[in-house]
Structure formats: C-alpha cells, structure tokens
C-alpha cells in the first residue's frame, strides 16, 4: 500500500551576517511561513483529488450513456456516505498515533475526493437531481432509511468520542468506524455494480468495494497490531439481489 510522504526541504540556503534576519521578532514556535499545517495541506490533496475526479470522467466519459433507478440513486447516496468517510478521516488524523492507519486516513480523504469528483459528473450526466438531497436513501435498494441514518456512518457521539481520545484509543475507535463505514459502502457498491445499468456507474462501483475491503483488511490486520480484535461483518445492510 502506498505511504504518502511529505515534501522536505532538501536544502536551507545560508544566510551572510549583514541578512541576518531578526530571530526576536519570530516566536521559535510558529511555523515557517512556506511550511502549510498538515490539515491544510491534506484538504489541498483533496481538493485537487475532486477536480482530477471531474476531469477524468469529462475525458472518459461515454456518448451515450443510460442510467437506471439504481445508477442514479447509488450515486446520489454514495456522494453523501463518501462525505461521510472524508468526515471522519479528517476528524481523526489531529487524535491518531499509527503511522498505519494515519497513511490509511489520508487515502482514503485523497481517493475518495477523487472518487467524488467523478460522482458529480456523472450525476450531472444522468440530468435526475430528483433524489439528490431529498433526505431518503436506500430506496433504490428496497431499503429505505432517512438520509442522516444511513448504515456506517457516524453519529455525533461517535465525533464526540473520537475529539476526546488521543494515540491509540483514537487509532482504535477509528478503525472500527471507518471497518463499519466501509463495510456499508460495500454493500451499496456491490448491488449498484449488479443492478445497475450504466457500464461506468458500475465499473466505478466493483472499484470501490475492491478498494473498500483491501481496506477493511489492512486496518483488521493493523488492530491485530495494537493487541485488540478484528471487526467482523455485521449485516448492517438487509440487501437483496
């Protein structure tokens, strides 16, 4: 799995005694003015992610394409439990210690911004903005559920656990929230990549449940690593077909 590295600065240029600047007027402990906080720079990654996602599906996308009830409605949700997951990415990375599941978090920010980009354009391209926003999700799976409580995302107490914990009571809580969020993504991409009727809709769903449980297993194997157990399947989502 690939590890993303900061940038370094290779080399420092010297400075002679009459430049000199003034070290008084700089407190030692803020940041140097070409150094962006981390925060900063994963949302830049993600920003730039979600525009490469819509210029990649401007450049490959079909001429003429048809969309079911399934390709619409699996992208439409998709969109807001993708948001979900870049949520909690970003909520935990200021909390998290392992060098791991830290790597994993910012990914699946990157991947996934990019994945969201590529969403929006096709749901631009289906023309039905109609089940966008309109607060009910999984219908087009034969299980409808208000949007807020869509299966594996978290909940506000969820948030609120995760600000409090530092190290690895943060690695651990995310890890099984993001398993149990991946889990649910799963399951939509799964039935979206064999019911829908869109070549791209479904060849971008199989992708993600790929991707999803590589995923799920390399933070099973990681939790493994910190001494606790793995979190197993639980059904969250009833599916049928």
């Given at each position: 799995m690939r590890t993303p590295t900061a940038r370094s600065l290779d080399r420092v240029p010297t400075v002679t005694d009459t430049e000199q600047p003034d070290d008084a007027t700089r407190n030692p402990s803020e940041p140097l003015p070409w150094r962006l906080p981390w925060l900063r720079t994963i949302a830049l990654i993600a920003t730039i992610g979600f525009a490469c996602g819509v210029i990649g599906w401007l450049i490959g996308r079909p001429s003429d394409p048809t969309f079911n009830d399934v390709d619409v409605g699996f992208l439409a949700d998709m969109t807001e439990h993708h948001s979900g997951?870049?949520?909690?990415?970003?909520?935990?990375?200021?909390?998290?210690e392992d060098p791991t599941l830290t790597?994993?978090?910012?990914e699946i920010i990157t991947d996934q911004a990019q994945e969201l980009g590529t969403m929006n354009g096709l749901?631009?391209?289906a023309g039905d903005q109609s089940t966008v926003g309109d607060g009910i999700s999984m219908d087009w799976m034969g299980h409808s559920v208000p949007s807020r409580s869509m299966p594996g995302l978290a909940t506000k107490a969820d948030y609120t656990r995760l600000a409090g914990e530092q190290g690895p009571p943060a690695d651990i809580d995310f890890s099984k929230l993001m398993i149990r969020h991946h889990e649910a993504g799963i399951e939509m991409a799964g039935y979206a990549a064999r019911n829908g009727s869109n070549d791209a809709v479904r060849e971008l769903a199989r992708k993600m449940a790929k991707t999803q449980r590589f995923e799920i297993h390399e933070m099973n194997l990681r939790r493994r690593f910190?001494?606790?157990?793995?979190v197993h399947p639980s059904g969250l989502i009833p599916t049928h077909g």
């Amino acid at each position: 799995m690939r590890t993303p590295t900061a940038r370094s600065l290779d080399r420092v240029p010297t400075v002679t005694d009459t430049e000199q600047p003034d070290d008084a007027t700089r407190n030692p402990s803020e940041p140097l003015p070409w150094r962006l906080p981390w925060l900063r720079t994963i949302a830049l990654i993600a920003t730039i992610g979600f525009a490469c996602g819509v210029i990649g599906w401007l450049i490959g996308r079909p001429s003429d394409p048809t969309f079911n009830d399934v390709d619409v409605g699996f992208l439409a949700d998709m969109t807001e439990h993708h948001s979900g997951a870049l949520t909690l990415a970003f909520a935990y990375l200021p909390h998290g210690e392992d060098p791991t599941l830290t790597s994993m978090a910012q990914e699946i920010i990157t991947d996934q911004a990019q994945e969201l980009g590529t969403m929006n354009g096709l749901i631009a391209q289906a023309g039905d903005q109609s089940t966008v926003g309109d607060g009910i999700s999984m219908d087009w799976m034969g299980h409808s559920v208000p949007s807020r409580s869509m299966p594996g995302l978290a909940t506000k107490a969820d948030y609120t656990r995760l600000a409090g914990e530092q190290g690895p009571p943060a690695d651990i809580d995310f890890s099984k929230l993001m398993i149990r969020h991946h889990e649910a993504g799963i399951e939509m991409a799964g039935y979206a990549a064999r019911n829908g009727s869109n070549d791209a809709v479904r060849e971008l769903a199989r992708k993600m449940a790929k991707t999803q449980r590589f995923e799920i297993h390399e933070m099973n194997l990681r939790r493994r690593f910190l001494g606790v157990h793995a979190v197993h399947p639980s059904g969250l989502i009833p599916t049928h077909g």
